[in-house]
């Protein structure tokens, strides 16, 4: 069984070194990247046509992305990623995952740098801790800065 390394696919301007950084690690210990991209949910049911209009542009976004992204992330660990998409709270939706997928064994995020902080996701995870779905998962942590020679020479 491969070691599945997971990265939240998100907007922030550090994830691409999240990506690199899992990519890397993957390539080295022969596993595989899980790109996972979270979109919003949403509930009112009043505005449930328009709700379903915006879903769906949102979910084709979602794989559009996830497909770039992807390419990236065979090119740089040998072997193509796993794409999910998850609606909701993103801690919920890691859960979610990791309790489907017993062979995801790390979290990759990227933390920002500077005065913005290290960013929601990675706040959360701390303040939370890392039991995800009734087992622990290792969390790595990237500084957002990381050069491609400076990820090169850790994973």
Known sequence: MPRKFLIIADDSPEFEAALRYAARRARSTNGRVVLLRIMPGGSDEHWSGVREEIQRQQRAEAEALLTRLGEEAAE?????????IEEGEALAAIRKVVGEDPEIKILVLAAGGGSRGPGPLVSAVLKQGAAFSGRKLPVTIVPGELTDAEIEDLA
Not at 79 to 84: I, V
Request: charged share 10%; net charge positive.
């Open 76 to 84: 740089r660990s040998g072997a193509p990623p796993l794409f999910l």
